[in-house]
């Protein structure tokens, strides 16, 4: 990210997120789309998590997604799902206008999905997903951007400091009831997680197609004290 894209975000977000800016996507984001920029960042400003959420069993979405739902609620931000048809046109190459052959090619695009989307401004977010989650969420991204559905798409997940003995430092899981599990933390969050070393890599390589992406990380610095006083 330049500098000049760095000062678009305040000391204390800069402080709490690692960020990294593909295409001119903070650029894009704050100049063409100040008040999805301004939710974003907000979101920022206050985005805090416990070690407590962290600890708690995920499930379809554990307490952190359903924390991150919070912060782009309906009916501003909305899960988005696109559909497209491509009307298909052979045309004499020497004579203007005379066409040759027409066909629909009906479900061109099909199925994929945004957690959030608002205006023309897409978020995902990921957590502890399989690492292929990433190659998803990019190509969602590149179907919106190409159809021209979205300008620039945002990407939530874990940072680099939340690594290995980090969660070990966790000690073990804890049940549905609060009460401690068994197994511990670390075991949760593998090498092929989500986490913004595997998405860097992703996006270094292109696989985002022409859409310019934002990807912010998790860091140790968004994790408050925790309620939860069982021994860890």
């Keep these: 990210m330049s500098e000049g894209e760095r000062h678009l975000f305040s000391k204390n977000v800069r402080q709490k997120f690692e960020i990294h800016s593909y295409r001119n996507a903070a650029s894009i984001l704050a100049n063409s789309f100040p008040d999805q920029f301004s939710h974003v960042t907000d979101a920022l400003e206050t985005f805090e998590i416990t070690t407590e959420m962290i600890r708690r069993p995920g499930g379809s979405k554990g307490p952190i997604a359903q924390y991150v739902d919070t912060l782009f609620p309906l009916p501003d931000w909305i899960e988005t799902r ?69 300008d620039v798409g945002v990407i939530l997940t874990r940072g680099s400091s939340l690594d290995n003995e980090f969660f070990r430092s966790l000690g073990k899981v804890l049940n549905k009831d609060g009460t401690q599990g068994s197994e511990y933390v670390y075991k949760k969050f593998g090498a092929s997680t989500t986490w913004m070393g595997k998405l860097l890599y992703r996006l270094d390589a292109g696989r985002n197609g022409g859409c310019p992406v934002l990807a912010i990380g ?3 610095e968004c994790i408050g004290e925790s309620d939860d006083q069982t021994e860890v």
Aim: aromatic share 14%; glycine share 6%; charged share 25%.
């Design 82 to 150: 696109i559909s497209a048809d491509l009307l298909v046109r052979l045309e004499h190459a020497k004579q203007i206008g005379n066409i040759l052959h027409k066909y629909v090619k009906k479900g061109f695009l099909d199925g994929h999905r945004i957690d959030f989307v608002s205006g023309k401004v897409a978020l995902d977010f990921e957590w502890n997903s399989k690492d292929q989650t990433y190659d998803r969420d990019l190509y969602a991204f590149s179907a919106f951007y190409d159809a021209g559905a979205i």
């Design 218 to 220: 998790i860091t140790q």
